[in-house]
């Protein structure tokens, strides 16, 4: 059972256009949602997260937009650049005893145009 | 500040065989969790360990088994190896505390097994 899912796959952007990579989840105990960059060869790095009480975290060219009814959240990356190509994955987690426990999507290869 | 380190880098075993892969976690962390991420997947969670215990297990066999140090670094080990066992496996680090979910989880670059 994939408990969070990811779209697109792939996605291609033009340098200085907006990426956006959605998830969606099933469990409602998840209360902590965040976004990883993967460089190939490299482990997961964290790029942004965001809890459930609010609707959006922006940080520099990163937001992230999440509403909690449709339990749905996405990453929007501005201004892309040819450096952020890399696979992005989306997170989740829940607390007391699934805490610190990621359940991921499946990953988006995003590459980005010069 | 070092961050999560992992060894080795990368590694061929054969089939049947035993491995044990190490991680060291980010300082001042003290609970650390195993991930397995096959080609073009996302990371699934193999087990966590915290005070030297095995606190959760996702859903992976018991060949797959694992320790931590007082000094909270960890080992896994896999027996029985399999084909299907080739990975990148990735260790990550997190600080156990009285806050809410979502302590900050940092991975480490990962162990590249190949199984032959």
């Known amino acids: 059972q994939q408990q969070v899912k990811q779209s697109p796959q792939s996605l291609i952007v033009q340098k200085g256009g907006i990426s956006i990579i959605n998830c969606a989840y099933e469990n409602t105990a998840f209360d902590y949602f965040p976004w990883y960059q993967q460089f190939p060869g490299k482990g997961p790095a964290l790029l942004i997260a965001?809890?459930?009480?609010?609707s959006e975290k922006k940080e520099g060219r990163f937001t992230i937009s999440f509403n909690k009814s449709a339990k749905q959240f996405s990453l929007h990356i501005m201004d892309s650049q040819p450096g952020d190509s890399a696979t992005y994955f989306c997170a989740a987690s829940g607390s007391g005893g699934s805490n610190y426990k990621l359940t991921f999507g499946k990953g988006t290869l995003l590459t980005v145009n010069p | 500040d070092a961050g999560v380190t992992q060894s080795p880098t990368h590694l061929i075993k054969t089939r049947g065989q035993q491995v044990t892969l190490r991680c060291s976690p980010k300082?001042?962390?003290?609970?650390v969790s195993w991930y397995q991420q096959a080609l073009g997947q996302g990371p699934q969670f193999i087990f966590q360990?915290?005070?030297?215990?095995?606190?959760q297990r996702g859903n992976f066999p018991d060949r797959f088994s694992g320790h931590q140090f007082p000094n909270y670094s960890s080992e896994l080990n896999v027996n029985a190896l399999l084909l299907g066992d080739s990975a990148l496996y990735l260790c990550?680090?997190?600080?156990?505390?009285?806050?809410?979910?979502?302590?900050?989880?940092?991975f480490g670059e990962g162990s590249w097994l190949t199984v032959v």
């Open positions: 990550a680090s997190s600080l156990v505390g009285r806050r809410r979910s979502g302590n900050t989880i940092y």
């Open positions: 360990y915290y005070e030297e215990e095995e606190r």
């Open positions: 300082s001042g962390h003290d609970t």
């Open positions: 965001i809890r459930p009480d609010v």
